[in-house]
Nanobody, 117 residues
Framework: QVRFEESGGGLVQPGGSLRLSCAAS????????MGWYRQTPGKQRELVAI???????DYADSVKGRFTISRDNAKNTVDLQMNDLKPEDTAVYYC???????????WGQGIQVTVSS
């Protein structure tokens, strides 16, 4: 079973940048849509960005123009470049991948991103 692990989170000042990376323990060739979600206490997990197996992307309106999602099938990673970070971007960020054969959804354990001065 492939596992996913996020890295790159931490504390950053408003206007700063972070790059999150989601590394799979195996090949991601069997995963179509992959994405990043985030969650704050008391709120539902929300979609941040997704990328298809063909490279098509989509973003939440709140992050368009600031965040960029990318995937490297050779390295088995999906990254999220976050620029011009705002305090409202503070959340636990999760990586998700959907298996194209089973439609099963896989999640990482999550990583904290805190935007504060």
């Amino acid at each position: 079973q492939v596992r996913f692990e996020e890295s790159g989170g931490g504390l950053v000042q408003p206007g700063g940048s972070l790059r999150l990376s989601c590394a799979a323990s195996g090949s991601i060739w069997s995963f179509g849509r992959m994405g990043w979600y985030r969650q704050t206490p008391g709120k539902q997990r929300e979609l941040v960005a997704i990328i298809s197996g063909g490279g098509g992307t989509d973003y939440a309106d709140s992050v368009k123009g600031r965040f960029t999602i990318s995937r490297d099938n050779a390295k088995n990673t999906v990254d999220l470049q976050m620029n011009d970070l705002k305090p409202e971007d503070t959340a636990v960020y999760y990586c998700q991948a959907i298996n194209i054969f089973t439609s099963r959804s896989y999640w990482g354990q999550g990583i904290q991103v805190t935007v504060s001065s």
